[in-house]
């Protein structure tokens, strides 16, 4: 079955740094892949919309100066999330489309900024 | 504006009994639908699919309904067993998203408690 892994699982880091995502597919290729964001006992909201090799798609009320994210590969995407404040803390997910219809997430990656 | 809603957070049922769980979406463009089943800290998991040509789909102990015209879709469990507890989202998607090809939104999701 298809397969999406995300790295790091979990991460704390201070306010102010910048901390990054990898979602990979391992053992499809993904020309499109997906970044949500889980706040407790919330829906999935998305983020972003990534295409590989060209520039990403951001939903509404989403900083794309904030979120940064690159689909370098069609096996790879990273989401940096730059100078992290408390409020950015969150559960970060992403998903990759391996056809019209299947869309398959990765494990999530658990942000914490002190 | 919530263009799925799962308007129950919670649902508590006795093993082997049957589960269901509703959803009602709001824009006429979703013409595809998922449930995903999610665990605390982990990514959702596809539990099944339907299609706004078909009005059912069945797979083992799953079935979703589809009601196009009430914009209504919900998933039966039938029957019950304790490792259904989690916490279940309904999905739809639109084949002409725009920039966002696919893109699925998420209901709020519900959550499955089924009780041995």
């Known amino acids: 079955g298809a397969v999406v892994s995300q790295h790091p699982s979990r991460v704390i880091c201070k306010s102010g740094t910048s901390v990054k995502i990898e979602c990979r597919s391992l053992?499809?290729?993904?020309?499109?892949m997906f970044w949500y964001r889980q706040f407790p006992k919330q829906s999935l909201m998305l983020m972003a919309t990534?295409?590989?090799?060209?520039?990403?798609?951001?939903e509404q009320g989403v900083e794309k100066d904030k979120f940064l994210i690159n689909h370098a590969s069609l096996t790879l995407s990273t989401l940096t999330v730059t100078s992290a404040h408390p409020e950015d803390s969150s559960f970060y997910i992403c998903?990759?489309?391996?056809?019209?219809?299947?869309?398959?997430f990765g494990p999530g990656t658990r942000l914490t900024v002190t | 504006d919530q263009q799925v809603k799962q308007n129950s957070p919670s649902l508590s049922v006795q093993e082997g009994r049957i589960s269901i769980l509703n959803c009602d979406y709001t824009?006429?463009?979703?013409?595809?639908f998922l449930w995903y089943k999610k665990y605390p800290a982990e990514g959702p998991t596809f539990l099944i699919s339907?299609?706004?040509?078909?009005d059912k789909n069945e797979d083992g102990r799953f079935t979703v309904f589809l009601n196009k015209s009430a914009k209504h879709l919900s998933l039966h469990i039938v029957p019950s067993q304790p490792g259904d507890s989690a916490v279940y989202f309904c999905a739809a998607q639109a084949q002409n998203s725009g920039g966002s090809n696919y893109k699925l939104t998420f209901g709020k999701g519900t959550l499955l408690t089924v009780n041995p």
């Open positions: 339907i299609s706004s040509i078909k």
């Open positions: 053992d499809f290729q993904a020309t499109t």
């Open positions: 824009n006429s463009m979703f013409d595809y």
């Open positions: 990534s295409n590989e090799g060209s520039k990403a798609t951001y």
């Open positions: 998903s990759a489309n391996q056809a019209v219809h299947e869309q398959y």
